[in-house]
């Protein structure tokens, strides 16, 4: 095994936290999750606790939180539009707030401090598809504003203490990502889509359902965080980690009905306002850099994903809790 590392896990207890958590558990490092469980529950990490190189910190980032460790993966943020429209402000401190203080700790620690971001950053993109060069479209004042600028300014905070402080930084812009452990009530396309099915209830399409993702299965993505993490060079991105197969969300729709064999039928509601109507990753530069891409295609995915979904008590996942 490589050299033991304190491995600070922020939102770990969260869809790809968790995941996480469990590689760096698996690989022999101290890993602390910390979470406020805004998002998640105890159950994404139950089976960690019994594991001497794992420690469970309850704690929300937006306050300041003193530890000694040597790598910092910051994930703490609600990242569903449900789960991060429903308390806005909150979502922004969270980034912003977030990001000071693991940057904070990076410069006490001489940790090497990772940053999830996010696709949102090019808002509703007039390029396609999306290299990190891309400066984005997104709309400041809308109902998204809160997750996309909050995520914004953290990169911000993370290049300036990176040319100020010399901080050891790497920034990942994450692209839709699914897989086990999803949130059933997230509200995101793919839990949707599949709870509805395996219940035999309409599939709700946002719109006409010709609007684009690009969807990355979560053992390719946190594969991506770590090689970013670990990359010996002074690569410090951002750069994009994501699937760059395109699929409209009907295509998407067609496909969960088909995997789970279910006489759920499709119905159209409003689309949300700012939806992107197009999204997909160019990922040259994570092949280039860190020689990093996905190996595990959609249909694929999705079956172990609804395998995940089969075997749970819905009656383990709640709404986010009101947390001001
Ligand atoms: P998630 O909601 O499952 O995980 C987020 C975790 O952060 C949850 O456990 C939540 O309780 C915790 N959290 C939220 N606010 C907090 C706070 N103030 N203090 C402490 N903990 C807090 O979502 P996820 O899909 O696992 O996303 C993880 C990260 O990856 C997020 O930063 C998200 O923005 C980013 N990301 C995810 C995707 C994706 O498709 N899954 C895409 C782009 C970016
Ligand atoms: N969507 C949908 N039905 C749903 C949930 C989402 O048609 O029940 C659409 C949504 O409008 C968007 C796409 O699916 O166009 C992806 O939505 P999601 O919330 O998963 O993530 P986003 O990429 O928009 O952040």
Same mark, same amino acid.
């Given at each position: ?68 460790? $040597?790598? &910092? ?26 990001? &000071? ?6 410069? !006490? ?60 930084? !790497?920034?990942?812009?994450?692209? @839709? *990502? ?13 839990? @949707? ?14 719109? $006409?359902?010709?609007? *684009? ?17 670990? @990359? ?8 994009? &980690? ?16 088909? &995997? ?12 949300? *306002? ?51």
């Amino acid at each position: 095994m490589a050299i033991k590392k304190r491995v600070l896990i922020t939102g770990g207890a969260g869809f790809l936290g968790s995941f996480l958590c469990e590689s760096m558990v698996e690989r022999g490092h101290d890993v602390i999750c910390l979470d406020n469980f805004f998002t998640s529950q105890k159950v994404n990490v139950q089976h960690l606790l019994s594991h001497s190189n794992f420690e469970l910190v309850r704690h929300d980032v937006t306050m300041p939180i003193w530890l000694e460790v $040597d790598e &910092i993966y910051n994930l703490a943020c609600p990242a569903a539009p449900g789960h991060y429209q429903f308390n806005p402000i909150k979502t922004l401190k969270t980034s912003v707030l977030g990001a &000071i203080h693991v940057l904070g700790m990076a410069k !006490r620690c001489r940790a090497r401090v990772l940053q999830a971001s996010t696709s949102e950053v090019y808002g509703d993109p007039r390029e396609h598809p999306q290299t990190e060069s891309y400066r984005g479209s997104v709309n400041p004042v809308g109902p998204r504003a809160c997750y996309d600028e909050g995520k914004r300014a953290a990169e911000t905070l993370f290049m300036d203490y990176h040319r100020c402080h010399d901080i050891d930084i !790497r920034i990942v812009r994450i692209f @839709n *990502t699914y897989g086990p452990r999803m949130h059933p009530f997230d509200g995101r396309v793919v839990s @949707n889509f599949i709870r509805q099915a395996l219940q035999h209830e309409p599939i709700t399409i946002f719109g $006409d359902g010709s609007q *684009t993702r690009s969807f990355c299965y979560r053992d390719d993505l946190v594969r991506g965080l770590i090689t970013m993490m670990e @990359n010996t060079e002074s690569f410090c991105g951002p750069v994009n &980690i994501g699937n760059p197969g395109e699929f409209t969300i009907l295509e998407l729709a067609e496909k969960i009905i088909e &995997i789970t064999d279910s006489r759920s039928e499709i119905v159209h509601e409003e689309l949300p *306002t700012d939806d992107p109507v197009r999204r997909q990753p160019d990922i040259s530069l994570a092949q280039e850099k860190l020689g990093w891409e996905p190996t595990i295609d959609l249909a694929t995915g999705l079956a172990e994903t609804v395998k995940w979904f089969r075997s749970i008590n819905m009656s383990d996942y709640r709404p986010p809790t009101p947390n001001y």
